[in-house]
């Protein structure tokens, strides 16, 4: 009988390209794989329609730390969802749960608590979000892509690093030039604002165009709906909402990037040995992880940080420069780290919940059932 694997994550690209970057290996392997996320998240967007992958919609409440009169509404959403989710659970009957987190993975977790499935969950940021909080509860194993976050996961942490989508090391330097309209001569700054974009950076990287452009092409991932129309025709500047398949190209491209500081990103650049200028989100629009995250690769010297409160368009530029001009420091740094890529690791536990999971079932004589 096929292993099968329910995945869930969602609500932000970062909850969902650590499953994207298992499914490969898994799918090679002759698993089944299946996948829960709400009926409109971005998760929806990006799962739904891949080969090999089953997508379940449930309903979902949002976790917030913060007064909302969704507050009052969203826990009947929650309890729906964990119904739906069990319906799920009944009807594939997985081995294992894998959880990313967000809001979505919160029933799912909850339902398969109820149902006898084991829980493997994943945490990208240095601390955990709320959700994960709440999933970690009900977790076998709680990998963590920070070594310093095992403080919050006792004895079920592993630290694994974060899985990287393996596509993203098959870029090539001329199909990305060729894509982004540059002949190479410059070097190429791309900018990345997040899977939502990111009004402070787009703003700023526009007002400092005229100074980066004396020294770079600049590729600009500026978000949905935040392309600037004044700007379309310049020819050492291309924006985009953001970019699909042709990323790994792009990547290949680029010899520095600015960006927020996301997990997920950050270690992409990692693992891509990119020096970055990481632009975390404040305080004011946060947790604060995203400071945590780059001042982590900052001690690490893989990147350099530049504070949004600092963020002008006459700061950026030199901090730019900078990059650059320390970029092979940054570059030998970021190669010599050992777990760059958890995707090995990540797979390594997963594979050990499928082993204990399944030899529980033989031993109980469910035979791959879930008990009812």
Same mark, same amino acid.
């Given at each position: 009988?096929?292993?099968?694997?329910?995945?869930?994550?969602?609500?932000?690209?970062?909850?969902?390209?650590?499953?994207?970057?298992?499914?490969?290996?898994?799918?090679?392997?002759?698993?089944?794989?299946?996948?829960?996320?709400?009926?409109?998240?971005?998760?929806?967007?990006?799962?739904?329609?891949?080969?090999?992958?089953?997508?379940?919609?449930?309903?979902?409440?949002?976790?917030?730390?913060?007064?909302?009169?969704?507050?009052?509404?969203?826990?009947?959403? @929650?309890?729906? /969802?964990?119904?739906? $989710?069990? &319906? *799920?659970?009944?009807? +594939? %009957?997985?081995?294992?749960?894998?959880?990313?987190?967000g809001f979505v993975s919160v029933?799912?977790?909850?339902?398969?608590?109820?149902?006898?499935?084991?829980?493997?969950?994943?945490?990208?940021?240095?601390?955990?979000?709320?959700?994960?909080?709440?999933?970690?509860?009900?977790?076998?194993?709680?990998?963590?892509?920070?070594?310093?976050?095992?403080?919050?996961?006792?004895?079920?942490?592993?630290?694994?690093?974060?899985?990287?989508?393996?596509?993203?090391?098959?870029?090539?330097?001329?199909?990305?030039?060729?894509?982004?309209?540059?002949?190479?001569?410059?070097?190429?700054?791309? @900018?990345?604002? /997040?899977?939502?974009? $990111?009004? &402070? *950076?787009?703003?700023? +990287? %526009?007002?400092?165009?005229?100074?980066?452009?004396?020294?770079?092409?600049?590729?600009?991932?500026?978000?949905?709906?935040?392309?600037?129309?004044?700007?379309?025709?310049?020819?050492?500047?291309?924006?985009?909402?953001?970019?699909?398949?042709?990323?790994?190209?792009?990547?290949?491209?680029?010899?520095?990037?600015?960006?927020?500081?996301?997990?997920?990103?950050?270690?992409?650049?990692?693992?891509?040995?990119?020096?970055?200028?990481?632009?975390?989100?404040?305080?004011?629009?946060?947790?604060?992880?995203?400071?945590?995250?780059?001042?982590?690769?900052?001690?690490?010297?893989?990147?350099?940080?530049?504070?949004?409160?600092?963020?002008?368009?006459?700061t950026l530029p030199d901090a730019?420069?900078?990059?650059?001009?320390?970029?092979?420091?940054?570059?030998?740094?970021?190669?010599?780290?050992?777990?760059?890529?958890?995707?090995?690791?990540?797979?390594?536990?997963?594979?050990?919940?499928?082993?204990?999971?399944?030899?529980?079932?033989?031993?109980?004589?469910?035979?791959?059932?879930?008990?009812?």
């Amino acid at each position: 009988m096929k292993k099968k694997i329910l995945f869930t994550g969602g609500g932000t690209a970062g909850h969902v390209m650590p499953n994207l970057a298992l499914f490969p290996q898994l799918l090679a392997e002759g698993c089944e794989l299946h996948y829960v996320g709400t009926k409109d998240g971005i998760e929806r967007e990006l799962i739904e329609g891949r080969a090999g992958i089953t997508y379940h919609a449930i309903r979902s409440g949002k976790l917030r730390r913060y007064f909302d009169w969704k507050n009052f509404t969203d826990p009947f959403r @929650v309890v729906a /969802g964990v119904a739906e $989710a069990g &319906a *799920v659970m009944r009807k +594939v %009957r997985p081995d294992v749960v894998f959880s990313k987190g967000g809001f979505v993975s919160v029933p799912v977790v909850l339902a398969a608590r109820s149902h006898g499935v084991p829980v493997v969950t994943h945490e990208s940021d240095y601390t955990p979000g709320l959700a994960n909080r709440i999933n970690a509860r009900f977790a076998a194993k709680v990998c963590v892509t920070f070594e310093d976050t095992l403080v919050y996961a006792g004895n079920k942490g592993v630290h694994t690093g974060t899985p990287i989508r393996p596509e993203l090391y098959l870029g090539k330097r001329a199909k990305g030039l060729g894509f982004l309209g540059f002949s190479g001569e410059k070097p190429v700054l791309l @900018v990345m604002g /997040g899977s939502l974009g $990111a009004a &402070a *950076v787009n703003d700023a +990287v %526009r007002g400092a165009l005229g100074a980066l452009t004396q020294s770079f092409d600049v590729a600009h991932l500026c978000g949905k709906d935040k392309l600037d129309a004044k700007l379309l025709c310049e020819s050492c500047y291309r924006q985009f909402e953001f970019v699909g398949p042709e990323l790994p190209d792009v990547f290949a491209a680029t010899d520095v990037i600015v960006s927020r500081a996301g997990a997920n990103a950050v270690f992409e650049f990692l693992a891509l040995a990119k020096p970055a200028l990481l632009i975390p989100l404040p305080l004011s629009a946060s947790r604060g992880d995203q400071i945590l995250n780059a001042g982590y690769f900052a001690r690490k010297g893989y990147s350099m940080v530049l504070e949004q409160e600092k963020l002008t368009p006459q700061t950026l530029p030199d901090a730019v420069n900078d990059l650059y001009d320390r970029r092979l420091s940054f570059v030998a740094t970021m190669s010599g780290e050992a777990l760059a890529d958890g995707t090995d690791e990540v797979l390594s536990v997963l594979r050990c919940a499928l082993y204990e999971s399944r030899r529980k079932k033989r031993a109980s004589g469910k035979h791959g059932d879930l008990a009812e």
